[in-house]
């Protein structure tokens, strides 16, 4: 059961540019806890794409973008590519649960 | 570089057992906290259950709490996941990752290694 809310699915044209939110509560984003950025390719394993709310790991596009804002967080994506097709999931933290808590994905497709 | 190889997935029966394994390389293991997150076929992403550095502290979801158990081998580079009272719904792939810090971004991930649950 997932605790954080993400759309099933965004599209966009090449080029064009995406926005994906992550709605939580007030026991994980609201609390302060940070919010991560996962991609997931078909067939492979996520992979950290932005890390405490707004920053890249080494090697990510600066074409990824995050930003967190009271219990949501959004992950843009600007100039849209064919290669920026797959899964993406949002992670934070929830006192509640005492555990880590993911969103229910959202799967880009690029027209 | 940083690796993670997991094992141990399979096909077993309903009530049945499994251990997986998480082998790592390229980093100080004891260092850091280790994670097992699953994804059943065609949803999401799930966290299982983490472990410290020291193996001292454990944390586990509502959903396997008392059926599974996390360890860690520090000397052999390794953690583990037992699995015990499986049912139909534990079927996934289940991932290892390991913990930039406890409990905030998982920066490292393995293959995966697919868990089915079926008589």
């Known amino acids: 059961q997932s605790v954080l809310t993400q759309p099933p699915s965004v599209s966009g044209a090449p080029g064009q540019r995406v926005t994906i939110s992550c709605t939580g509560s007030s026991s994980n984003i609201g609390a302060g806890y940070d919010v991560h950025w996962y991609q997931q390719l078909p067939g492979a394993a996520p992979k950290l794409l932005i890390y405490?709310?707004?920053n890249r790991p080494s090697g990510v596009p600066d074409r990824f973008s995050g930003s967190k804002s009271g219990t949501s967080a959004s992950l843009a994506i600007t100039g849209l590519q064919a290669e920026d097709e797959a899964d993406y999931y949002c992670q934070s933290y929830d006192s509640s649960l005492s555990g880590y808590v993911f969103g229910t994905g959202t799967k880009v497709t690029v027209l | 570089e940083e690796q993670l190889v997991e094992s141990g997935g399979g096909l077993v029966q309903p009530g049945g057992s499994l251990r997986l394994s998480c082998a790592a390389s390229g980093f100080t293991f004891s260092s850091y906290a280790m994670t097992w997150v699953r994804q059943a076929p065609g949803k999401g992403l799930e966290w299982v259950s983490a472990?410290?550095?020291?193996?001292?502290?454990?944390y586990y979801a509502d959903s396997v709490k008392g059926r599974f158990t996390i360890s860690r081998d520090n000397a052999k580079n390794t953690m583990y996941l037992q699995m015990n009272s499986l049912r139909a719904e534990d079927t996934a792939v289940y991932y290892c990752?390991?913990?930039?810090?406890?409990?905030?971004?998982?920066?490292?991930w393995g293959q995966g290694t697919l868990v089915t649950v079926s008589s």
């Open positions: 405490g709310n707004s």
């Open positions: 990752a390991k913990d930039y810090l406890h409990f905030d971004r998982l920066d490292n």
């Open positions: 472990i410290s550095g020291s193996g001292g502290s454990t």
